[in-house]
């Protein structure tokens, strides 16, 4: 198993909600014919091609290069992995500044004003954008970071709030 590759998927993944079958499918369409037993590895393993690496960072709305670091991480000597596996991959691939921080913090606030506002609970909310009730509360307490573009629509939409506004609260 690729440790800094699985997880830097399932970082993405945690973002966009992807069951087995719905990648199965998205992977199917994307002419990288697999069943459903075999797509579990794309959770754990790096792709061998650049089709398979096109595909899941399509499907997984995922930052090319920092995939590409992960699997370079993952080629370093064992010794050298073993020192910095304690580091999460989002460490790894992108620290944050101060300022993004602000950002963050300015995201968080937007977010929980627009919820209240519209008088979501956090499961209300979750439910109509598909993702968890937890994944929303993360993100109002800053432990999320800030989410990919699609699910800022998604947020948006439901919320009620103008998608132009909250990529630029969001920093995009």
């Not at 369409?29 to 595909?55: F, M, W």
């Not at 995201?107 to 979501?120: G, S, T």
């Not at 800022?152 to 709030?161: E, P, S, T, W």
């Amino acid at each position: 198993m690729s440790m800094f590759y699985s997880e830097i998927i399932r970082y993405y993944n945690e973002r966009n909600w992807h069951t087995l079958k719905e990648l199965s499918a998205a992977l199917n369409k994307r002419g990288i014919s697999h069943d459903i037993k075999h797509v579990n590895k794309y959770l754990y393993y790096p792709p061998k091609t650049d089709q398979e690496l096109n595909a899941i960072v399509d499907i997984f709305d995922a930052d090319k290069e920092k995939i590409k670091y992960a699997i370079e991480l993952d080629s370093l000597p064992l010794d050298i992995i073993n020192k910095i596996s304690h580091i999460p991959i989002t460490e790894l691939v992108s620290r944050r500044s101060e300022e993004s921080q602000s950002t963050v913090s300015n995201f968080c606030f937007f977010l929980k004003q627009h919820r209240e506002r519209n008088r979501f609970t956090f499961t209300a909310l979750a439910k109509s954008v598909g993702v968890s009730s937890q994944y929303i509360y993360w993100l109002e307490k800053g432990k999320r970071g800030i989410p990919e573009p699609s699910i800022l629509k998604r947020i948006a939409a439901a919320v009620g709030a103008p998608y132009e506004e909250m990529m630029r609260i969001a920093g995009y």
